[in-house]
């Protein structure tokens, strides 16, 4: 079994392990489950099929999870034999074993090989004393059998024959193992050296893709562009071979982009690619602590140059918790990325995970972190618990406002008004706390409504009208109001007569919505929005000009941004 953190989640471990052992297929079942699945149900599922085996994929999210599926699964049917693997086994596995009883083996590292080593041996009724790459119980011991050589991956096998059971999901592929850099935080650095999928076996499986028109592929290679040619290769292969609707998400080493790898992806088509740039702190002592040195400098002038492209969707990271960096330390960090306005920008908090390097080195850097998965730090001798709340808080707001994203455009503009990025985050987080707005839920409109009640507190009434049209603006790229909030001021009946002509008119529908021109008027207003503003907010999202004039929007719903899902906005003349 695989229990996913989320339900769009597929698992590409397990599908490995069974096209692997694709001899014994016939003997192997793949289920999937969610960590917000109820154990009871994931154990009488489970139950139900009475295996004589049952092997977990095993990480950080979902393992105290599958200790206690494992306790009661040991007790319903206690001659399963219990199997775990991945990276949250593969370190330190002999104590896990020591502290879970009803776990019986243990794959350390890759596992393709060795699973199958596994189920052939226990067909054939084989001792496991030979069986490189395994941790196991024999004779009231712990025995851990020398590591298992890695698999040449030319061997790696194509998992998705069938794509229909991946509707709705997002599709993994993997065209490489290991990584070249020595980054503390990460178990990467743990592998030497890279491996590399043959290219021709990389194209044949993103023709499968291609053809099969999926919605997005990520890529979980952990540094896609390590090598030039390689990532070259593939990136043109793409782009010659596009079908018009498939996003590639790619995580990326950014400051070994060249000029050449710029003018091959200036070719791409907007929206083919998704890269995602782990910046993680821009302190010099923090990134030689974790031994990720690298001029911030020469990484900005790069994202900047693939930001210029317009046509690729970036993703930066920074984390909260490392080495030498304290909280004002890590606002500088945390404004010099969202200087750069990327289209997500992710503030996570470190994980000192088994066999990392800072794993080893926690205690001279002060960092004290949770004893359980997913292993979080809780303060480090430069930052306190109390302000690890405060980040913590911050990342909320940006996830709900930035990232989602539903008000980037008014984020942009309120930044704008601030001395930086961090204190406007702050002072909106503060705002959340002290009305209790983070312990409950709360819906869409009522999202919106809070960052007017914040904005109406703290600004004067010219910045309040641009503040309000940017937030209608951002609020109507995500949907179509049915109601307008208290906040908003209805349409007029001038509004909803020159709506109902523009509808009515069929050189408008044929100009500004050919796509929708069969549908009647009545059909259209419920598929598209129609909406008047003092400023004109396109102008804005584009430029950051502010242009105070009566402007016409046309939002269309039925054809919306394949990353953003945001509908296409475009100005009218009405």
């Known amino acids: 079994p695989a229990i996913n953190a989320k339900f769009i989640h597929s698992s590409l471990a397990i599908r490995y392990l069974k096209e692997y052992s694709s001899r014994f297929s016939e003997n192997i079942e793949c289920v999937e489950y969610t960590i917000n699945n109820h154990e009871d149900y994931i154990l009488t599922e489970i139950f139900k099929k009475h295996p004589d085996v049952v092997c977990f994929s095993c990480y950080i999210w979902n393992i105290n999870m599958v200790k206690s599926l494992s306790k009661n699964l040991k007790k319903i049917l206690p001659k399963c034999v219990i199997i775990c693997g991945g990276p949250e086994v593969s370190y330190e596995s002999e104590n896990f074993l020591k502290e879970n009883e009803q776990i019986d083996i243990i794959i350390r590292g890759e596992g393709e090989k060795t699973f199958y080593n596994i189920v052939s041996a226990m067909i054939e009724n084989k001792p496991f004393e030979q069986l490189n790459g395994i941790t196991f119980r024999h004779e009231n011991k712990i025995v851990s059998n020398p590591?298992?050589?890695p698999l040449s991956l030319e061997n790696l096998p194509f998992v998705y024959n069938d794509i229909?059971?991946?509707?709705?999901?997002?599709?993994y592929f993997e065209t490489q193992r290991g990584c070249p850099f020595n980054c503390q935080f990460c178990l990467s650095s743990i592998e030497k050296g890279v491996r590399f999928v043959p290219l021709e076996n990389v194209f044949k499986s993103l023709d499968f893709f291609l053809k099969n028109k999926v919605r997005q592929v990520k890529f979980v290679d952990r540094t896609f562009n390590c090598n030039k040619h390689h990532s070259m290769a593939i990136w043109k292969y793409l782009i010659e071979n596009d079908n018009g609707i498939t996003n590639f998400h790619m995580e990326i080493e950014g400051h070994i982009v060249d000029d050449e790898t710029i003018q091959l992806l200036s070719k791409a088509r907007e929206g083919l690619f998704q890269f995602e740039i782990g910046v993680q702190s821009t302190n010099c002592e923090t990134l030689n602590?974790?031994?990720?040195?690298f001029e911030f400098s020469k990484l900005k002038e790069i994202i900047m140059k693939i930001k210029e492209l317009k046509n690729i969707h970036i993703h930066l990271d920074l984390i909260a918790g490392l080495p030498c960096e304290d909280y004002n330390s890590f606002s500088n960090s945390f404004n010099s990325v969202h200087s750069l306005w990327p289209n997500q920008l992710q503030l996570g908090f470190l994980k000192i995970l088994k066999g990392s390097g800072l794993k080893e080195s926690a205690e001279k850097y002060g960092i004290v972190y949770k004893d359980t998965a997913p292993y979080e730090v809780l303060f480090t001798k430069d930052i306190s618990f109390e302000k690890m709340i405060k980040l913590k808080n911050i990342e909320n707001i940006l996830e709900t406002y930035y990232n989602s994203p539903k008000a980037v455009n008014t984020i942009k503009y309120i930044v704008?008004?601030?001395?930086?990025p961090?204190?406007?985050y702050e002072e909106f987080s503060s705002h959340w706390e002290k009305n209790g707005y983070y312990s409950i839920n709360h819906s869409k409109s009522?999202?919106?409504e809070i960052f007017f009640e914040f904005a109406s507190h703290k600004f004067f009434e010219d910045e309040i009208?641009?503040?309000?049209?940017?937030l209608k603006y951002d609020m109507f790229l995500s949907d179509n109001l049915s109601s307008y909030p208290s906040w908003l001021s209805a349409p007029d009946y001038e509004l909803k007569n020159k709506k109902r002509r523009f509808f009515s008119?069929?050189?408008n529908v044929e100009k500004y919505i050919p796509d929708l021109a069969k549908f009647s008027p009545a059909q259209l207003s419920r598929m598209c929005a129609f909406e008047k503003f003092c400023v004109n907010p396109i102008i804005y999202s584009e430029s950051d000009k502010i242009q105070k004039k009566e402007t016409y929007i046309l939002f269309n719903y039925n054809k919306r941004d394949i990353i953003t899902n945001h509908a296409i906005a475009k100005e009218i003349e009405v």
């Open 422 to 424: 961090f204190i406007f």
């Open 147 to 149: 590591p298992a050589e």
């Open 289 to 293: 602590a974790v031994k990720r040195s």
């Open 416 to 420: 704008s008004l601030y001395d930086s």
């Open 465 to 470: 009208e641009i503040i309000v049209n940017l």
């Open 446 to 448: 009522k999202l919106f």
């Open 164 to 171: 229909s059971e991946f509707e709705n999901k997002i599709i």
């Open 505 to 507: 008119n069929s050189e």
